[in-house]
């Protein structure tokens, strides 16, 4: 196996709101393998993009990162100086938002935009700053970027803005992408695209991707390592293919019952019961026992995150000698849902 | 077939005005729906699809009349409702109901469940008065709440609670036809397939018609009969569900249906990667509207607008395409002009370029 | 840019002649004949006759307000009853001072209000919001006449430090400009702070932030033009607001200007000077609208759009 680039390893991040602490991030443990893409997957409140802005450090008030380790390529960046970590951000871990058409600052042309990270990173002057920024712009697909750098965000498509904010995130050539939804609010047509763009520039520039989102379909097709995400913590990790192939969290299970496919014919979705618990109604075990249609009596424990024999790593009771539900329960029936 | 018929649009069209000068006149128009015909049978669901700003959603506006539409025929169970009165179409309305993606945005925050089902009972007048609270307490239960929930404010919900409210808003009125507007576009998929499974449960027991605005081709693929593809204010294709996906026969369908990323690591699909953007609809393309992004325009496609017509050989019945070349393609006659697998030269052509359209608009306000 | 500059003029058109024609209206809405007014109660009739002839008014309605038109653009408002001075050369000298008072209140209105709303918002729930915020709600609930009194009787007849009345001397500026301005910095401050609350939660800021821009100018570049755009519109009815609103100012610190000119001349009964006076204020805030409009739309290109 390569050298993982970022190693995250029980990662808290927690809000505290009017005395009470809601736990964000709770525990997650990841590795980034260089120049590989690892998807992380979860629905809304799962935590994924709080991990994504704790790992930068850009985690406001009233949120903080109360624990764990994030070393990226052997500096411990929970504790490095604020101006290293400036230093950091832009230049070797960059990020992409989901929003491209409020991203960008509407007060400043595209031009002044890209050139400042030149400014800070690299030191560079208006000059050589729009020559860079022109070439940039020009990598991700821009037509006639010399008169595009003159704009202001408001001239731009959704896709166009989306395709800047990756030429900003770029710049200076970081090792470490993190995009976070990127093509959620675009277009289908304009996602493909974008999501092939990605890829494409990370050969090029050879760099390492966190693709956060919500889509199993954007995973299955950017993604070589994928951490599922469920109420602040991962609930499987494992290679794209044995995810898809043989998922074994009841809730990895869940989501891909539930999702309808434009590519097979289906009779029945199988939805997860119930909804994400609130904040400050977290169950003390298992955080998905309540929605779980396998749930036992030892759920009402927390399970740890273990490596199973085929390659997955579960946070899950029924593959621990303890389970004591249903003997040889089938989690995932591939049958059922081809 | 037309005595099954539910809805029949004919040649809608719904052209909004753009003001500007010194004197604000109207200078142009943004043509979000033009001449667009189709029909939605009894029990049926028909989706209409298409990227954001093909018109889907005015559409859908359109038909309920929520802004008027410029021109065309829309027929209701044998009624047109376009020339209806005021008082007319506040009756029709209870036949027909919208539920939109945002659920709470649609809900008044200061009104429990049951004051909103009440509300739109009290309107419609479809239930004497003092059934009103069984019949709250019914749909409740049928939307799958529960009971003692019944007093509570929107916020108290999460959002596929709120779209179940807004579903037995709909519903409370026994309407035949319910347009989901993104109904369920917002929605987590977990919640999601809650929310569908329920819509189709509803359907078979009220036996409901479903007009779905939709996005995602893969809900659409999941509820619908069948499919109208929409690009730029047009009809592009119309065909049984079957047909448009397993054999699409315009370029816009195909682009869009490979586009769609494959939750299967396995099965990656080889990409068509359209160039550009939408172009602007206030001055949209001559002749098909598709041909500044399609990689089998000729100039025939840049002057003559195709028609809407059946040309598919092997999935015949009501599938209909608006492509000069769909058969020729289809039979591998008429090859595409360039390549389309490169994402970054897939701007540099006019279509791409929406510089133009950007500065039109700007003068058009000014 | 120039069309709407261009557009913009075009559009004072209308504002201008409804200007002119409310304070034309002002000497003939008034009850009783102006020229008996003028002359006084008690005037003889064949002064009265005269300073009809004089003033126009037995001619019809129109024609005396074109007449007042075509004099007002050549800056001619006509001669003060009391001296027979002309008008301009009343208004000029007042005028000059009211528009320095102006402009130094807002320089302090917008540098103290914009620092203390800066410091508000990125230093939100703060002692430093908490203290500022109350200061600004007595700032906005004190009269300015009597903030005014106040501090002539503490800095100026207690301390020393400040002459308590006039205009033009380094120690005669301070105490007018505060107790004009303070008032508009609380509204600033306010402003600022909730606008700047607001933007810093936008996404551009979070992009600026994950590109390693410096906290600082996170601030004062990315997110303060941002906030301004809504700030720019209040300061220019605050600067509209001093160049008419100072009359209370100018009579508690006895200064020479505009607003103690119309006073005094109300009670004269000096009405040519009045409508003179009027005409130039109503002008100047018609103008500064303008300015105001330039610059919002310098800031914010989007103003294109929408």
Redesign the interface.
């Known amino acids: 196996m390569s050298e993982n680039i970022l190693d995250i390893n029980d990662l808290r991040t927690s809000f505290f709101v009017e005395g009470n602490e809601i736990k964000a991030v709770d525990g997650v443990t990841l590795q980034v393998p260089e120049g590989k893409t690892l998807g992380i997957v979860g ?2 409140g799962s935590g994924k993009s709080i991990s994504a802005l704790s790992i ?1 450090q ?1 985690i406001d008030d009233p949120g903080k990162i109360v624990g764990g380790s994030i070393d990226f390529n052997g500096e411990e960046l929970t504790d490095v100086k604020p101006s290293r970590m ?6 070797e871990i ?2 992409i ?1 989901q ?1 491209p058409m ?7 042309t595209i031009g002044q935009q890209l050139r ?2 030149y400014k ?2 690299e030191g560079l002057g208006k000059k050589e700053g729009t020559k860079r920024a022109i070439e940039m712009l020009e ?6 970027p010399d ?2 750098i003159d704009q ?1 965000p ?4 959704g ?2 803005r989306q395709r800047v ?1 990756i030429a ?1 995130a770029l710049a200076c050539k970081p090792e470490l992408l993190i995009a976070d939804e990127p093509t959620t609010a675009l ?7 974008i ?3 990605i890829k ?1 520039l990370q050969e090029e520039i050879g760099m390492s991707v966190i693709m956060i989102t ?9 993604c070589d390592y994928v951490a599922v995400m469920y109420c602040g913590q991962i609930v499987e990790y494992a290679d ?2 044995t995810l ?2 043989n998922p074994k969290h009841p809730y990895t299970v ?10 097979m ?2 009779d ?6 119930g ?2 618990p609130a904040p400050d109604e977290m169950p003390a075990g298992c955080r998905f026992a309540p929605r779980c249609p396998h749930a036992s009596n030892i759920c009402s424990q927390m399970p740890a995150l273990e490596t199973q024999e085929d390659g997955n790593d579960v946070r899950c009771w029924i593959y621990t000698d303890q389970w004591d539900g249903e003997k040889g329960v089938k989690v995932y029936d591939r049958e059922s849902t081809s | 077939m037309t005595e099954n018929q539910l809805l029949k649009v004919a040649n809608l069209k719904q052209y909004f005005p753009i003001k500007g000068g010194f004197l604000g006149r109207t200078v142009n128009h943004v043509k979000a729906v033009d001449d667009v015909s189709f029909t939605i049978n009894k029990g049926e669901t028909v989706s209409v699809v298409g990227e954001s700003g093909c018109g889907k959603s005015t559409t859908g506006r359109a038909i309920l009349r929520l802004d008027e539409p410029t021109e065309g025929k829309i027929e209701f169970d044998g009624q047109d409702i376009v020339s209806m009165n005021k008082n007319e179409m506040r009756k029709m309305r209870s036949e027909m109901q919208i539920i939109f993606q945002d659920p709470y945005a649609s809900l008044n925050p200061r009104k429990t469940v049951r004051q909103t089902l009440n509300e739109a009972m009290e309107i419609q007048d479809v239930v004497p008065k003092n059934e009103r609270n069984d019949r709250i307490i019914e749909l409740m239960e049928t939307v799958g709440l529960q009971r003692h929930q019944i007093d509570r404010f929107p916020h108290e919900f999460s959002g596929g609670q709120r779209q179940r409210i807004g579903i037995a808003r709909a519903l409370s009125v026994n309407p035949k036809l319910i347009i989901c507007d993104e109904a369920v576009s917002a929605l987590d998929v977990s919640i999601q397939a809650q929310v569908l499974n329920l819509l189709k449960k509803l359907q078979r027991e009220y036996d409901l018609t479903y007009m779905f605005i939709a996005h995602d081709l893969g809900v659409v693929r999941h509820i619908s009969d069948r499919i109208v593809v929409m690009y730029l204010g047009k009809v592009v294709e119309s065909g049984d569900t079957k047909a448009i996906f397993e054999n699409p026969q315009h370029p816009y369908t195909k682009a869009l249906l490979s586009a769609i990323p494959v939750p299967d690591p396995k099965n990656k699909s080889e990409r068509i990667f359209l160039r550009g953007d939408v172009p602007s609809p206030i001055d949209p393309p001559q002749g098909c509207r598709f041909h500044t992004r399609c990689p089998y325009a000729t100039d025939k496609c840049k002057t003559e607008e195709p028609l809407l017509e059946e040309k598919d050989s092997v999935m015949t019945g009501s599938h209909d395409v608006a492509c000069h070349y769909a058969k020729d393609i289809q039979s591998g006659r008429h090859k595409p002009t360039y390549e389309m697998t490169d994402v970054r030269k897939a701007l540099d052509e006019e279509g791409g370029d929406n510089e133009s359209t950007g500065k039109e608009l700007e003068d058009a306000k000014n | 840019m120039t069309t709407f500059i261009i557009r913009r003029l075009l559009q004072l058109i209308p504002v201008l002649l409804g200007v002119t024609i409310l304070v034309f209206s002002l000497m003939h809405l008034t009850p009783g004949n102006p020229a008996v007014i003028m002359a006084g109660e008690s005037a003889p009739e064949a002064t009265v006759k005269a300073i009809e002839q004089r003033l126009g008014l037995n001619d019809p309605l129109h024609i005396q307000y074109l007449n007042f038109l075509g004099n007002a653009a050549q800056l001619d408002f006509g001669v003060s009853v009391r001296d027979n001075i002309p008008v301009f050369d009343h208004i000029q000298p007042r005028f000059l001072i009211t528009l320095e008072l102006t402009i130094y209140s807002t320089i302090f209105t917008v540098v103290l209000g914009l620092l203390a709303g800066i410091v508000s918002a990125i230093k939100q729930y703060s002692f430093y919001d908490v203290t500022l915020m109350i200061i600004t709600l007595f700032g906005l609930s004190m009269p300015n006449f009597w903030l005014g009194l106040m501090l002539i009787q503490w800095f100026a007849i207690e301390l020393g430090w400040f002459a308590p009345t006039g205009w033009g001397n380094a120690d005669q500026l301070l105490l007018p400009v505060i107790s004009l301005g303070t008032a508009g910095a609380a509204i600033i401050a306010r402003m600022t702070r909730s606008s700047m609350l607001d933007v810093i939660q936008q996404d551009y800021i979070r992009t600026a932030r994950a590109k390693g821009v410096k906290e600082r100018t996170v601030i004062f570049r990315h997110a303060l033009k941002n906030a301004m755009i809504p700030v720019v519109t209040v300061i220019g009815l605050q600067f509209g607001y001093f160049l008419g609103g100072s009359i209370l100012t100018e009579s508690v610190f006895a200064i020479n200007g505009l607003g103690r000119l119309i006073i005094d001349s109300i009670l004269q009964r000096d009405f040519p000077v009045v409508q003179g006076a009027v005409l130039v204020i109503a002008v100047s805030f018609v103008f500064v609208n303008l300015i105001v409009d330039i610059s919002y739309r310098l800031l914010n290109k989007r103003v294109d759009l929408n």
Do not use: C, W
């Not at chain 1, 400036?86 to 230049?91: A, E, H, L, S």
């Not at chain 1, 919500?214 to 950017?222: C, K, P, Q, S």
């Not at chain 1, 029945?268 to 019961?273: D, S, V």
């Open positions: 629905e809304s930068l850009l400036r230093n950091i951000r832009g230049n960059s990020m938002f929003e409020t991203s960008l600052n509407p007060v400043y400042e990270s800070i990173h990598m991700v697909g821009i037509p006639s008169k595009r202001y408001y001239e731009l498509s896709g166009m904010m900003m277009d289908v047509t304009i996602q493909s695209q999501l092939e763009l494409e919500h889509d199993l379909g954007v995973i299955a097709e950017t794209v293919e898809f192939d869940g989501l891909l019952n539930s999702l309808p496919r434009h590519d014919d289906q029945e979705l199988i939805p997860i019961k909804s994400v």
